[in-house]
Protein backbone atom coordinates (compact mmCIF):
# COMPACT_ATOMS: atom_id res chain seq x y z
CA UNK A 1 0.00 0.00 0.00
CA UNK A 2 0.70 3.91 -0.87
CA UNK A 3 0.96 6.52 2.03
CA UNK A 4 -2.53 8.00 2.38
CA UNK A 5 -2.78 10.69 0.21
CA UNK A 6 -2.57 14.29 1.65
CA UNK A 7 -4.84 15.63 -0.17
CA UNK A 8 -7.53 13.97 1.82
CA UNK A 9 -7.79 13.53 5.82
CA UNK A 10 -7.92 10.23 6.26
CA UNK A 11 -8.59 10.73 9.96
CA UNK A 12 -11.74 11.61 9.29
CA UNK A 13 -13.14 8.28 9.78
CA UNK A 14 -12.62 5.18 11.30
CA UNK A 15 -13.83 1.51 10.65
CA UNK A 16 -13.54 -1.14 14.03
CA UNK A 17 -12.58 -4.68 12.72
CA UNK A 18 -13.42 -7.96 14.60
CA UNK A 19 -10.45 -10.20 14.04
CA UNK A 20 -11.61 -13.41 13.34
CA UNK A 21 -8.53 -15.03 12.26
CA UNK A 22 -6.92 -17.96 13.88
CA UNK A 23 -7.74 -22.04 13.63
CA UNK A 24 -8.91 -22.24 17.20
CA UNK A 25 -7.43 -25.72 17.69
CA UNK A 26 -7.50 -25.66 21.45
CA UNK A 27 -11.49 -25.15 20.97
CA UNK A 28 -11.60 -28.25 18.87
CA UNK A 29 -11.16 -25.82 15.79
CA UNK A 30 -14.20 -24.40 16.13
CA UNK A 31 -15.56 -20.50 14.98
CA UNK A 32 -14.50 -19.79 18.94
CA UNK A 33 -16.33 -16.07 18.90
CA UNK A 34 -19.28 -17.44 18.11
CA UNK A 35 -19.82 -19.29 21.37
CA UNK A 36 -21.58 -17.71 24.28
CA UNK A 37 -20.35 -15.82 27.42
CA UNK A 38 -23.65 -15.09 29.42
CA UNK A 39 -26.23 -14.69 26.65
CA UNK A 40 -25.01 -12.88 24.17
CA UNK A 41 -21.70 -14.32 21.23
CA UNK A 42 -18.14 -13.18 21.57
CA UNK A 43 -18.78 -11.80 18.20
CA UNK A 44 -21.65 -9.78 19.31
CA UNK A 45 -19.91 -8.00 22.29
CA UNK A 46 -16.57 -7.24 20.04
CA UNK A 47 -18.89 -5.84 17.98
CA UNK A 48 -20.98 -3.81 20.05
CA UNK A 49 -17.65 -2.12 20.95
CA UNK A 50 -16.66 -1.60 18.19
CA UNK A 51 -19.59 0.22 16.80
CA UNK A 52 -19.81 2.73 19.61
CA UNK A 53 -16.02 4.11 18.60
CA UNK A 54 -15.82 3.34 14.91
CA UNK A 55 -17.60 4.78 12.59
CA UNK A 56 -18.80 1.46 10.91
CA UNK A 57 -17.77 -2.37 11.82
CA UNK A 58 -16.20 -5.04 9.37
CA UNK A 59 -14.80 -8.57 10.12
CA UNK A 60 -11.54 -9.75 9.27
CA UNK A 61 -11.79 -13.40 8.56
CA UNK A 62 -11.07 -16.33 6.13
CA UNK A 63 -13.47 -18.54 6.69
CA UNK A 64 -16.10 -19.97 3.74
CA UNK A 65 -18.54 -19.38 6.20
CA UNK A 66 -17.72 -15.97 7.53
CA UNK A 67 -20.21 -14.20 5.63
CA UNK A 68 -22.66 -16.04 7.58
CA UNK A 69 -21.70 -14.77 10.96
CA UNK A 70 -22.95 -11.40 10.85
CA UNK A 71 -25.01 -10.93 7.56
CA UNK A 72 -24.71 -6.75 8.48
CA UNK A 73 -21.31 -6.98 8.57
CA UNK A 74 -18.72 -7.02 5.56
CA UNK A 75 -16.16 -9.53 5.36
CA UNK A 76 -12.43 -8.48 4.36
CA UNK A 77 -9.85 -11.60 3.56
CA UNK A 78 -6.25 -11.86 4.11
CA UNK A 79 -4.49 -11.03 1.19
CA UNK A 80 -1.41 -12.68 2.52
CA UNK A 81 -2.68 -16.29 3.33
CA UNK A 82 -1.66 -17.23 7.01
CA UNK A 83 -0.16 -14.07 8.10
CA UNK A 84 -2.08 -14.53 11.06
CA UNK A 85 -3.78 -11.38 13.08
CA UNK A 86 -1.46 -8.93 11.74
CA UNK A 87 -2.18 -9.96 7.63
CA UNK A 88 -5.78 -8.91 9.10
CA UNK A 89 -4.78 -5.44 10.15
CA UNK A 90 -2.73 -5.10 6.59
CA UNK A 91 -5.79 -6.46 4.40
CA UNK A 92 -8.19 -3.93 6.42
CA UNK A 93 -6.32 -0.84 6.15
CA UNK A 94 -5.71 -1.56 2.48
CA UNK A 95 -9.67 -2.32 2.08
CA UNK A 96 -10.45 1.03 4.02
CA UNK A 97 -8.11 3.20 3.18
CA UNK A 98 -7.72 4.75 6.33
CA UNK A 99 -7.24 4.33 10.19
CA UNK A 100 -8.47 1.48 11.96
CA UNK A 101 -9.24 0.33 15.39
CA UNK A 102 -9.11 -3.49 16.06
CA UNK A 103 -10.10 -6.35 18.70
CA UNK A 104 -9.50 -10.12 18.64
CA UNK A 105 -13.18 -11.62 18.65
CA UNK A 106 -11.89 -13.26 21.37
CA UNK A 107 -11.38 -10.58 23.24
CA UNK A 108 -14.50 -9.95 24.81
CA UNK A 109 -13.95 -7.59 27.71
CA UNK A 110 -12.42 -4.49 25.90
CA UNK A 111 -14.85 -1.89 26.97
CA UNK A 112 -15.99 1.06 24.37
CA UNK A 113 -14.78 3.74 26.23
CA UNK A 114 -11.25 2.49 26.01
CA UNK A 115 -11.08 1.80 22.62
CA UNK A 116 -12.88 5.33 21.46
CA UNK A 117 -9.83 6.59 23.76
CA UNK A 118 -7.19 5.07 21.72
CA UNK A 119 -8.96 6.55 18.45
CA UNK A 120 -9.31 9.90 20.03
CA UNK A 121 -5.53 10.17 20.94
CA UNK A 122 -4.63 9.23 17.58
CA UNK A 123 -6.54 11.44 15.87
CA UNK A 124 -5.21 14.27 18.34
CA UNK A 125 -1.59 13.45 18.21
CA UNK A 126 -0.87 12.44 14.79
CA UNK A 127 0.18 9.18 15.93
CA UNK A 128 0.76 5.95 13.71
CA UNK A 129 -0.01 3.79 15.86
CA UNK A 130 -1.86 4.13 19.70
CA UNK A 131 -2.08 0.68 21.98
CA UNK A 132 -3.18 0.37 25.26
CA UNK A 133 -0.57 -0.71 27.93
CA UNK A 134 -1.04 -4.34 29.41
CA UNK A 135 1.05 -7.22 31.41
CA UNK A 136 2.00 -9.37 28.38
CA UNK A 137 5.65 -10.19 26.28
CA UNK A 138 5.49 -6.51 24.44
CA UNK A 139 4.26 -4.17 27.25
CA UNK A 140 1.40 -3.24 25.00
CA UNK A 141 -2.01 -5.46 23.84
CA UNK A 142 -0.56 -5.56 20.17
CA UNK A 143 -3.98 -6.55 19.32
CA UNK A 144 -6.16 -3.97 20.39
CA UNK A 145 -5.50 -0.58 18.95
CA UNK A 146 -5.47 2.25 16.50
CA UNK A 147 -3.56 2.12 13.31
CA UNK A 148 -2.86 4.66 11.05
CA UNK A 149 -2.35 3.78 7.00
CA UNK A 150 1.04 4.69 7.64
CA UNK A 151 1.44 1.20 9.56
CA UNK A 152 0.71 -0.93 6.26
CA UNK A 153 4.50 -0.82 5.02
CA UNK A 154 5.81 -1.74 8.47
CA UNK A 155 3.43 -4.55 8.79
CA UNK A 156 3.98 -5.78 4.68
CA UNK A 157 7.75 -5.41 5.10
CA UNK A 158 7.78 -7.96 8.21
CA UNK A 159 5.41 -10.29 6.42
CA UNK A 160 7.51 -10.44 3.73
CA UNK A 161 10.47 -11.49 6.12
CA UNK A 162 8.53 -13.78 7.16
CA UNK A 163 7.86 -12.00 10.59
CA UNK A 164 4.12 -12.18 11.53
CA UNK A 165 4.58 -12.18 15.47
CA UNK A 166 2.22 -10.02 16.61
CA UNK A 167 3.67 -7.38 18.39
CA UNK A 168 6.92 -7.29 16.41
CA UNK A 169 6.31 -4.68 13.61
CA UNK A 170 5.19 -2.19 16.21
CA UNK A 171 9.55 -1.37 16.47
CA UNK A 172 9.03 -0.27 12.57
CA UNK A 173 6.35 2.54 12.97
CA UNK A 174 5.50 5.29 16.18
CA UNK A 175 3.66 3.68 18.72
CA UNK A 176 1.93 5.61 21.61
CA UNK A 177 1.07 3.58 24.52
CA UNK A 178 -2.34 4.51 26.27
CA UNK A 179 -2.09 4.06 30.11
CA UNK A 180 -4.89 1.38 30.63
CA UNK A 181 -5.16 1.38 34.25
CA UNK A 182 -8.33 3.73 34.45
CA UNK A 183 -9.96 1.11 32.62
CA UNK A 184 -9.51 -2.01 35.18
CA UNK A 185 -6.76 -4.50 35.41
CA UNK A 186 -5.07 -5.18 32.42
CA UNK A 187 -5.06 -8.83 32.77
CA UNK A 188 -8.88 -8.80 32.40
CA UNK A 189 -9.09 -5.94 30.06
CA UNK A 190 -7.49 -8.35 27.31
CA UNK A 191 -8.17 -11.47 28.83
CA UNK A 192 -7.95 -13.91 26.05
CA UNK A 193 -10.46 -17.09 25.36
CA UNK A 194 -8.25 -20.26 24.12
CA UNK A 195 -9.72 -22.73 25.49
CA UNK A 196 -11.96 -24.41 27.04
CA UNK A 197 -10.83 -23.35 30.36
CA UNK A 198 -10.65 -19.96 29.35
CA UNK A 199 -14.23 -19.87 28.43
CA UNK A 200 -15.57 -21.10 31.71
CA UNK A 201 -13.31 -18.46 33.77
CA UNK A 202 -14.72 -16.15 31.41
CA UNK A 203 -18.44 -17.12 32.52
CA UNK A 204 -17.19 -16.58 36.04
CA UNK A 205 -15.84 -12.97 35.52
CA UNK A 206 -19.25 -12.30 33.81
CA UNK A 207 -21.18 -13.58 36.54
CA UNK A 208 -18.80 -11.58 39.12
CA UNK A 209 -19.71 -8.03 37.80
CA UNK A 210 -23.57 -9.19 37.30
Known amino acids: M ?3 SPQRDWRARCTGVVLAGGQALRLGGIAKGLERIGT ?3 L ?10 ADDVVIS ?6 VQWSPTLPVIRDAVPGSGAIGGIL ?4 ATDGAVLTVPWDTPFVPASLLRALRETGELHGAEAVLPTSSGAWGVEPLVGWFSPWCATAIAARLRAG ?3 AGAWLEDVRVMQLD ?9 LFFN ?5 DLAQAQRMLAEDA
Open 2 to 4: TAP
Open 40 to 42: HRM
Open 44 to 53: DLVTAALGEA
Open 61 to 66: ANADDA
Open 91 to 94: ASID
Open 163 to 165: DAR
Open 180 to 188: SSPWGDADR
Open 193 to 197: INTAQ
